[in-house]
């Protein structure tokens, strides 16, 4: 009997997640902060997505949202950025 109550309990838990992820990856989105850029690659390593990409600048190379239709807002590249150069900002403010 505890065991169906603890399985129901993670199947709501996971599908509760489900709905929040899905609704922020419709209103959000990451926003590249060039001054904090250091080149390093790690997001775009970590981005499962492959929405972000290495665009040369004028004096470096510098991460681009090349792909904004795939961010889902996951937080994976901003977990993995040292520098603080990744934010996630509205949609409908992005350019």
């Known amino acids: 009997m505890t065991t ?3 399985t129901s309990g993670v199947v709501l838990l996971i599908i509760t997640l489900s709905y929040f992820r899905n609704k922020r990856a419709k209103s ?4 590249v902060i060039e001054n904090n850029c250091i080149g390093c690659r790690r997001c ?3 981005c499962r997505h492959k929405a972000l990409e290495m665009a040369t600048g004028e004096v470096n190379k510098l991460v681009t949202l090349k792909y904004p239709d795939r961010c889902t807002a996951c937080k994976d ?4 950025c040292k520098c603080g150069a990744l ?3 509205d949609r409908k403010y992005s350019s």
Do not use: A, D, Q, S
């Open 4 to 6: 169906y109550i603890i």
């Open 28 to 31: 959000k989105i990451i926003h």
């Open 44 to 46: 775009v390593k970590k």
């Open 77 to 80: 590249c901003i977990i993995v």
């Open 87 to 89: 934010e996630l900002v």
